[in-house]
């Protein structure tokens, strides 16, 4: 059996080397682009967009197999058992205090800590409906972006500066395609404080995975 550590340690080092690989394309996608970042590539570069798309298939992909194959395997999920668990263990917001291990967004967030320690490339979870502060739109980017994506279901891209940096930025939907999404945030307890009137249900957008692709050197 492997342990909930061994996951943690393989979830990163994948995480890193996603990181790894996506400043590789950018680097590519800026190099080849000849000064036409906003054009996004001359011939043999990849268009921002799709590198944008490629990093948020991976960390999609990394989020539901994580969800699937260690989370539904654990036994208790926020202090309640579960039929079909094996593993002796508990998935649970206070992971630290209770030696449990971290729901889907958190072990995200984690990951997108270590992602932006040492570069410009950045991703993140946001919603209009938050439960984590660091989680909510933080400027007029990321207010349009949420709403329209809130609004259409689609993803929302385009070309932003911050602080004399360019990026290509999207926005990806996060949509409640279990169960479990509705229940958990629909009673959490800061859900029900500050959004008592919001009642998620399932196929709503719930909030969106942002990537940010820096295209010229910070
Ligand atoms: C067992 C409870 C639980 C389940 C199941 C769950 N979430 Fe969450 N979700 C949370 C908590 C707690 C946070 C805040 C975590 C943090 O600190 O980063 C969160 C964060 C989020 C966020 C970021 C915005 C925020 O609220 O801070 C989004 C978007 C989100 N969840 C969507 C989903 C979707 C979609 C699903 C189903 C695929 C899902 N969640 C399943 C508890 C849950």
């Known amino acids: 059996m492997i342990s909930a550590q061994t996951w943690i340690k393989r979830f990163r080092q994948r995480t890193l080397g996603l990181f790894a690989l996506a400043v590789a394309i950018c680097f590519t996608a800026v190099a080849c682009s000849g000064g036409g970042a ?3 590539g001359a011939a043999g570069g990849i268009q ?5 798309d490629y990093v948020h298939t991976a960390l999609a992909a990394d989020r539901t197999a994580y969800t699937k194959h260690v989370v539904n395997r654990a036994q208790k999920l926020e ?11 508990e998935a649970t917001e206070g992971w630290e205090q209770t030696n449990g291990i971290p729901l889907p967004a958190q072990m995200f967030r984690l990951g997108s800590e270590i992602a932006s320690e040492d570069g410009t490339f950045t991703y993140n979870l946001i919603s209009s409906w938050y439960i984590n502060d660091n989680q909510g739109p933080k400027n007029d980017f ?3 972006a949420i709403e329209k994506v809130n609004e259409t279901g689609e993803a929302y891209k385009e070309y932003q500066e911050v602080g ?5 930025s999207a926005l990806y939907p996060d949509k409640a395609v279990a169960e479990a999404c509705i229940t958990c945030h629909n009673t959490h307890p800061v859900h029900k404080e500050r959004y008592p009137d919001k009642v998620f249900e399932m ?3 719930m909030g969106g995975i942002m990537i940010n692709i820096p295209l010229e050197g910070a």
């Open 203 to 205: 196929g709503d957008v």
């Open 79 to 89: 202090g309640k058992a579960k039929e079909d668990g094996v593993l002796a263990i």
């Open 164 to 168: 004399g940096q360019k990026y290509f």
């Open 142 to 144: 990321e207010k349009t």
């Open 38 to 40: 906003q054009t996004g």
């Open 48 to 52: 921002p967009e799709l590198v944008a």
